[in-house]
Each structure stands twice: as C-alpha cells, then as structure tokens.
Nanobody, 117 residues
Framework: QVQLVESGGGLVQAGGSLRLSCAAS????????MGWYRQAPGKQRELVAS???????NYADSVKGRFTISRDNAKTTMYLRMNSLKPEDTAVYYC???????????WGQGTQVTVSS
C-alpha cells in the first residue's frame, strides 16, 4: 500500500505564503494526475489544483494567479506554492494521486492551513 505524506501546512497571516509538499512512500506508476484538494469546516471538499504527468495544470478560479502546482516525477513528489493567502484559504489540504484508468487512487492524511486576518 502506498502512503502519501504531506508537509508544509501551518499558521500564516493574510498576504503570506506557504509551500505544501506531498511525497509517495514508494515508486508508483507515473502516468497519473496529481491534485490538491481542500475542505473547510462545514463545506465540501473541493479541487484546488491538479497537474497531469505531462505537466498540464488546472486551477480553481479562487486560487488562479496565487497558487502554483508542480511535480517532480523522479521523486514522485508534488508541491503547492501558495502566495497572497487569504483567510478564506483556511482549510485542511489533501493531496491525491490518481492513476491512469483508475489504476490507483491514493490520498494523503491532510495538512491544516490557517490564514489569520
């Protein structure tokens, strides 16, 4: 079983930055889509950003221009650089690795991001 280990969450003031990381515990088939999701209290989990194995990216409208997703295929690691953070970005952030044709679907344990006003 593959585990996804997240790091980089924390408390930051509005306008600040954080960088989240998500690493797989072992090598996995790299034809996949990696994504970051978040869930705020009382709200549904939503997609924040995703990146394909070919490097194509997709962002939620609420984070466009502020967040940048990237991946290191050699290390099976994904990152989310978050700039100009807002209080409404406060949530638990989860990483997800989804293999081509549903070969696998792994989730991280979640990391808390709190943005104070």
């Amino acid at each position: 079983q593959v585990q996804l280990v997240e790091s980089g969450g924390g408390l930051v003031q509005a306008g600040g930055s954080l960088r989240l990381s998500c690493a797989a515990s072992r090598t996995i088939f790299k034809n996949n889509v990696m994504g970051w999701y978040r869930q705020a209290p009382g709200k549904q989990r939503e997609l924040v950003a995703s990146i394909t194995s070919g490097g194509s990216t997709n962002y939620a409208d609420s984070v466009k221009g502020r967040f940048t997703i990237s991946r290191d295929n050699a290390k099976t690691t994904m990152y989310l650089r978050m700039n100009s953070l807002k209080p409404e970005d406060t949530a638990v952030y989860y990483c997800n690795f989804y293999g081509a044709s549903g070969l696998y679907n792994y989730w991280g344990q979640g990391t808390q991001v709190t943005v104070s006003s």
